[in-house]
């Protein structure tokens, strides 16, 4: 029977909820700082200027960053955002006449990217509600788009793609990091939401 | 993934697989003693793409 598409995202948020709670609990993916710049290499000063509730519950699988910065007063995108390190990487890039607009499904994530907004004086960065699938962002609006290990999470991958066109403006650069497999997944495999969340 | 990023009139000017397993290494070493060579490539890997949307003018160099 194929996955829910509702189920797989209440499932998700549960995880990513608990990662927010406690990043250090142990998962069967990596977290924080010192993962994502000892294997990922993100430049650790700029980790180190970051609060570390922005950090800690880092649980990206690349660098999309280290495809090219954004630049000062660019309207960046982040397709599930999470905690936000590449959202307070890429605002600190844009600085105050440009703008992040985070995009998270997830409350927890949501609470804590906005405290985090605030904690470090970047009101430029703007955490929304909603979907991959369904972005709450008006069409153009972004001279990048920007995503870290979430296009995996998503059953309709090609919708994810479909809005991040949309809402990028002609010329628009698109910057993701994500995990790919070389061969199909199995059908039991494909129906098996134990596997989409781990 | 990748095809349907370029099915959206997207220009796909980089793809960079930087082979940093996902899994510990350790973990990795135990898959690739347990897995046969021949489905090795069914261990997931992170990427990394750029890709940029066409400006309309012909030169998707153009920012």
Redesign the interface.
Known sequence: MPVDAERLREEIRKVYSEVVRDPKRGYH??TGPEYAVE??GYPAQALAELPGSVTAPFAG????L???EPRPGETVVDIGAGSGMDTFLAARSVGPTGRVIAVDMTDAMLDRGRESAALSGTPWVEYRKGLAEALPVSDGAADLVISN?V??LALD??GV??E??RV????????????????DIPPAAREDIAIWTA | ??E??A????RIT?I?E?H?P?F?PEFVDFLRRVVPAD?H????????????????TGD?H??
């Open positions: 993916f990596h294997r990922l699988v690349g660098n999309p280290a495809m090219g290990g296009i995996n991958k090609d793609f479909r991040a066109f990028l403006r002609p010329g628009g650069r698109l910057q993701i990091a994500d995990i790919v497999v070389h061969h | 993934m990748v349907a990023a099915q959206k009139n997207m980089h960079f930087t940093v996902v510990p489905r490539d069914e261990l997931v890997w992170p990427v990394v793409v750029l890709a940029r949307k066409s400006n309309g998707d153009a920012g």
